[in-house]
């Protein structure tokens, strides 16, 4: 059964960092494509970041690019995402997800797999 696993998450203040991990199993997630969503309170949920195989190409949201860090050490099934210069308006619930066909989409629709997500609160 394919399992995503995140933590890390926590309250911080504006300005400041964290860093989330996503881990898997189940699976040998090295071709899958990782990426991280978020859904803040009333929202719909959005793409933050992906990440293909063996860190083959990355793609950030307008929003996190230049902030936030997508990682994928290639000797572990954990997928990281550093947020630098938090803000509130970065507060929401962060989940992982997986692309079994490697793609680097920003669609929801592309994610076959999905953690239960863990919440990310930036006071001000």
């Known amino acids: 059964q394919v399992q995503l696993v995140e933590s890390g998450g926590g309250l911080v203040q504006a300005g400041g960092s964290m860093r989330l991990s996503c881990a898997a199993s189940?699976?040998?997630?090295?071709?899958?494509?990782m990426a991280w969503f978020r859904q803040a309170p009333g929202k719909e949920r959005e793409f933050v970041a992906a990440?293909?195989?063996?860190?083959?190409?990355?793609y950030y949201a307008d929003s996190v690019k230049g902030r936030f860090t997508i990682s994928r050490p290639n000797t572990e099934n954990t997928v990281y995402l550093q947020m630098n210069s938090l803000k509130p308006e970065d507060t929401a619930v962060y989940y992982c997800?997986?692309?079994?066909?490697?793609?680097?989409?920003?669609?929801?629709?592309?994610?076959?797999?999905w953690g239960q997500g863990t919440q990310v609160t930036v006071s001000s």
């Open positions: 997800a997986a692309d079994s066909w490697g793609r680097l989409s920003p669609h929801r629709n592309a994610y076959n797999y």
């Open positions: 990440i293909r195989w063996r860190g083959a190409g990355t």
């Open positions: 189940g699976r040998t997630f090295s071709t899958y494509t």
